[in-house]
């Protein structure tokens, strides 16, 4: 029986849905998960009242002491002394919520100690399943534009992500998420040394910057953890923007010239 709906048109519209992280149907109807977490923030920002003695006023509950989760994470950080340590104190971490949603830790591919160190932003699909950073289409696309100017994931550049963990249906990091996987992330810096750093999309310029605003600050040498720092389009960006390339290509070249100029 005809529907109505052109086939190819739905095949178009699955596709921009996958492009954007839907890959998952767990309901029979849509939710707006925007809406739940608004509602969420806003009751989470109400005081609890208490119930009143006999005849007394409502009185605001004490909000239950818990350990602070972004100093748990500073310290199994700085416990570790190696790479491999490291990753040991991220998969035992428990904090994170994160953890509980993801198929797989995300820590790391490429050369550790190479002169080029990438920082994404946080596993999507692929990457959860792999269990490693870029390997979807935007891992693809990245390894392109790294062929470009001559370097590569197997011998020349250490890549990973700020959070570890794929964030449910590829929304972006929460600030407290961010702000609790950060020592691990610079922990991570500081172990793989790398000469310089690329910041990939504004998840990554907020965790190592403190900004956001990719196309204001991609281009723009700055210092992060010490050490020379580029920001640069993501290439999940650039594959919905392919405008955007030519900037893209130009970052390239900046990168490709600072490593000469470095020696």
């Known amino acids: 029986m005809d529907s109505g709906i052109d086939w190819h048109w739905a095949r178009a519209a699955l596709d921009w849905q996958l492009e954007l992280g839907a890959d998952e149907a767990i309901g029979e109807a849509p939710v707006d998960r925007f809406a739940l977490e608004a509602a969420e923030q806003a009751a989470r920002a109400q005081p ?8 007394g006023a409502p009185a605001p509950m004490a909000a239950p002491v818990g350990p602070d989760a972004v100093q748990l994470a500073t310290e199994a950080a700085k416990a570790a002394g190696s790479l491999e340590a490291l990753r040991a104190s ?42 490693k950073p870029f390997v979807g289409r935007a891992g693809q696309l990245l390894d392109r534009m790294l062929a470009a100017i001559g370097l590569n994931r197997a011998s020349t550049v250490y890549i990973t992500n700020v959070l570890p963990w794929r964030p449910p249906q590829n929304r972006d990091p929460r600030p407290d998420e961010i702000a609790m996987m950060k020592p691990f992330l610079v922990r991570h810096i500081e172990l793989a040394d ?42 999940a960006y650039l594959l919905r923007q392919p405008a955007m390339k030519r900037e893209a290509w130009a970052d390239l070249l900046e990168l490709q010239a600072r490593l000469k100029a470095l020696g």
Do not use: Y
Not at 48 to 55: F, I, L, S, T, W
Not at 95 to 113: H, I, M, P, Q, T
């Open 48 to 55: 609890a009242v208490a119930q009143p003695e006999r005849g």
């Open 90 to 131: 991220m998969e035992a971490f428990e904090e994170c919520e994160l953890k509980r949603g993801a198929r797989n830790l995300v820590f790391s591919d490429g050369v550790a100690g190479a002169r080029v160190m990438i920082v994404g932003e946080a596993p999507g699909r692929e990457e959860d399943l792999q269990g």
């Open 194 to 235: 790398p000469d310089l750093l690329v910041i990939m999309g504004n998840i990554s310029c907020d965790a190592l910057l403190g900004k956001r605003g990719i196309t204001r600050l991609r281009g723009k040498w700055a210092e992060a953890e010490g050490r020379p720092a580029i920001p640069m389009f993501h290439p």
